[in-house]
């Protein structure tokens, strides 16, 4: 069975701080996805690595995939109080091939920032 | 609108009665998928379709979930002789595969299931 870890569960910060969410597993995945979910939605896309080493950023959000392809963080960098929501993690598929986009997702990151 | 639809927003039902999910997917994803959301567990994935066809049915909790796609659009998840343990939100997606094979899935805005 793949795990996802993520960590902190839950993150309090004031506006204009920076913060950083992980996301860690033994196992390998093809892609990880990052979601951010508001209450009452579904989860929505921010972005898909899949290339070990891989850097995306998305404004003043900057994401990576680890070399092994095992773990990832997310960063917010002078966070506001727009960016409250729970940020999950999701492995897509696996090295050994599923090839479609079954996704195992992490426990989930509940971010407040305060004014 | 153009998005995942899922209906009933919300549903309370009594412990032992059957209930039913829908999931209009996005016009042409072939791909769809139930996931589960609970406190403290996170999404669980249960069933993913290609098509009317259910190649991965190994997330379904217990033979008292069952799920169905006809006509490659609209799914169905049943459960019948809900337990309280089945409160959750229920989460459908749906996904195409763009040129450079990657996938992206959609998500609906779940179904809230209270079993009292």
């Known amino acids: 069975t793949q795990l996802l870890e993520q960590s902190p569960q839950f993150l309090s910060i004031q506006e204009g701080e920076n913060l950083t969410v992980y996301c860690n597993s033994s196992?390998?995945?093809?892609?990880l996805q990052w979601y951010r979910q508001e209450p009452g939605e579904g989860p929505v896309l921010l972005v898909t690595?899949?290339?070990?080493?891989e850097v995306k950023k998305l404004k003043r959000l900057t994401f990576q995939f680890g070399d092994a392809r095992k773990d990832s963080s997310l960063h917010i960098t002078a966070a506001q109080p727009g960016d409250t929501g729970l940020y999950l993690c999701?492995?897509?598929?696996?090295?050994?091939?599923?090839?479609?986009?079954?996704?195992?997702f992490g426990q989930g990151t509940i971010l407040t920032v305060h004014p | 609108g153009a998005g995942v639809s899922q209906s009933p927003s919300n549903k309370v039902t009594e412990k032992g009665k059957d209930v039913e999910l829908r999931c209009d997917p996005i016009s042409g994803h072939t791909a769809l998928y139930w996931y589960r959301q609970s406190l403290g567990q996170g999404l669980e994935f249960l069933i993913y379709?290609?098509?009317?066809?259910?190649?991965?049915k190994s997330g379904l909790p217990s033979d008292r979930f069952s799920a169905e796609r006809t006509g490659g659009s609209v799914s169905t998840l049943t459960i019948q002789r809900t337990q309280q343990e089945d409160s959750a939100v229920y989460l459908c997606?749906?996904?195409?595969?763009?040129?450079?094979?990657?996938?992206?899935?959609?998500f609906g805005p779940g179904t809230r299931l209270l079993v009292l």
């Open positions: 690595v899949v290339t070990g080493g």
């Open positions: 196992s390998v995945f093809s892609s």
């Open positions: 379709f290609q098509g009317n066809s259910a190649p991965d």
């Open positions: 997606a749906s996904s195409f595969r763009d040129r450079g094979g990657e996938e992206t899935q959609y």
């Open positions: 999701a492995g897509g598929g696996n090295a050994g091939g599923t090839s479609y986009g079954k996704l195992t």
